[in-house]
């Protein structure tokens, strides 16, 4: 079974850890992301989430937020599953939605990626 608490590292060297999932499915962490909008160093934001528990046989899916604390004004929605493989190594795939604030509604079309 996969275990999504932990420290967790991607392609870009980010780090993400997420504290004990409760029994709801629920769960906390923190992302200190490498790459930013502003080209800046990485910053430690707030995550918060949630795991469907798998059906028999099955990989849990989750779902959870990041919101850019103190260096950008942006959001992103992460939406992914967690594997096993036949060696035990947990893998997280995820897809993503970064939502950056604009001015206008003129905008809005350039404000999700």
């Given at each position: 079974?996969?275990?999504?608490?932990?420290?967790?590292?991607?392609?870009?060297?980010?780090?993400?850890?997420?504290?004990?999932?409760?029994?709801?499915?629920?769960?906390q962490g923190k992302y200190l992301t490498k790459v930013t909008l502003a080209g800046s160093c990485a910053h430690?934001?707030?995550?918060?989430?949630?795991?469907?528990?798998?059906?028999?046989?099955?990989?849990?899916?989750f779902a959870f937020t990041v919101r850019w604390d103190k260096f950008s004004n942006a959001t992103t929605a992460?939406?992914?599953?967690?594997?096993?493989?036949?060696?035990?190594?947990?893998?997280?795939?995820?897809?993503?939605?970064?939502?950056?604030?604009?001015?206008?509604?003129?905008?809005?079309?350039?404000?999700?990626?």
């Amino acid at each position: 079974q996969c275990q999504l608490s932990g420290l967790w590292k991607n392609e870009q060297d980010s780090l993400m850890e997420i504290s004990a999932v409760k029994d709801d499915g629920v769960f906390q962490g923190k992302y200190l992301t490498k790459v930013t909008l502003a080209g800046s160093c990485a910053h430690a934001s707030p995550l918060t989430g949630a795991q469907q528990q798998p059906g028999e046989g099955g990989w849990p899916t989750f779902a959870f937020t990041v919101r850019w604390d103190k260096f950008s004004n942006a959001t992103t929605a992460f939406a992914g599953q967690c594997f096993v493989d036949m060696g035990g190594k947990e893998t997280l795939t995820t897809m993503w939605l970064l939502r950056e604030a604009v001015r206008s509604l003129e905008e809005d079309w350039k404000a999700t990626r």
